[in-house]
């Protein structure tokens, strides 16, 4: 956290957050006996008070900023498949995402949950599978996966913040199916009623993360991911029609919490007639949010679904 950072004064976190994090820095440096500025005193003394602009210092809603970086080999190959040297940095980037304060509060799909994080490092690990590709991210919650998608080349509030241009949909039966390299959009995607524009989505990915800890989530997700995925129908890329057998494909990360839960979700895949595999060891995710200390990534599965080939 960088107090006098752009993004910090632009996208402030929790007034709490800051509160506790300026007493454990002062704490750690009291305690290796180094000398604490006058300055730090002073402005962990502002945020032991309510803030000036009358706002709660319980507020509801606040900014969480993520770093990243981009493992060297998906670098390299981004940095091909677009002739662009831009890929080949390798500084920290940023992601800046507006969440609840309380996870409890707003939903579920307004806080950040591990299987996202994790998902979001498996997309910048294997970009081959996405880069060119029209990706649909289903109960996308902050859209953090929906950012990183859009930067290696594939909610509204979290896409600008991060400077990914946004088309929204006015009306549930627009045009879903024009084709462009470099857009984006939010739309609401109801799993137990699809329209049958809906089911003819050109989407050659779909990613989801943390979608079954409710049982009664599992049956219309299931569905809806049977309808998206039929066997053998002809894809687009960039405009282009093919027929390609590796896709559609589906990626879906979850965190095991409840294993009948698990069981459940595993054995309604099958009897919708998808094949399914888990893929987090065969293609396990480089470690790409560094600034992430507490996330097990030894508790996330994730699955890879597709049909069955006719």
Not at 140 to 167: D, F, H, P, Q, W
Request: with cysteine.
């Amino acid at each position: 956290m960088c107090i006098n950072d752009e993004i910090f004064k632009l996208y402030p976190p929790s007034w709490l957050y800051v509160r506790r994090t300026l007493k454990e820095i002062i704490l750690a440096a009291e305690k290796d006996g180094e000398e604490v500025s006058d300055g730090l005193y002073e402005l962990h003394a502002i945020y032991l008070l309510p803030p000036q602009d009358g706002s709660s210092e319980l507020a509801s809603k606040c900014y969480k900023t993520f770093t990243y970086t981009v493992p060297p080999k998906s670098r390299s190959y981004l940095a091909c498949q677009t002739d662009s040297k831009k890929f080949l940095e390798e500084d920290e980037q940023l992601v800046t995402l507006r969440v609840s304060s309380n996870m409890l509060e707003g939903g579920t799909g307004c806080s950040t949950w591990p299987a996202g994080l994790l998902l979001s490092e498996f997309v910048l690990s294997h970009p081959e599978l996405f880069f060119g590709k029209n990706c649909l991210e289903v109960g996308a919650g902050t859209g953090m996966v929906g950012v990183l998608l859009a930067r290696i080349g594939t909610g509204k509030n979290n896409l600008s913040i991060n400077n990914v241009e946004v088309e929204e949909a006015q009306q549930a039966n627009s045009d879903l199916n024009t084709h462009s390299s470099t857009r984006v959009e939010c739309r609401q995607l109801t799993w137990e009623t699809l329209f049958d524009k809906e089911r003819n989505l050109d989407c050659n990915v779909i990613l989801g993360a943390d979608l079954i800890y409710d049982p009664l989530n599992i049956p219309p997700l299931v569905n809806l991911l049977a309808s998206l995925l039929p066997v053998g129908r002809p894809i687009r890329t960039n405009g282009l029609e093919q027929n390609v057998y590796e896709y559609p494909v589906a990626f879906i990360a979850s965190a095991i919490r409840n294993p009948d839960t698990l069981v459940y979700f595993v054995e309604t895949v099958r009897k919708a007639g998808l094949k399914m595999a888990e893929v987090g060891e065969t293609m396990r995710p480089a470690i790409c949010l560094t600034g992430i200390s507490d996330l097990d990534r030894s508790t996330i599965l994730i699955h890879k679904i597709q049909a069955w080939k006719d």
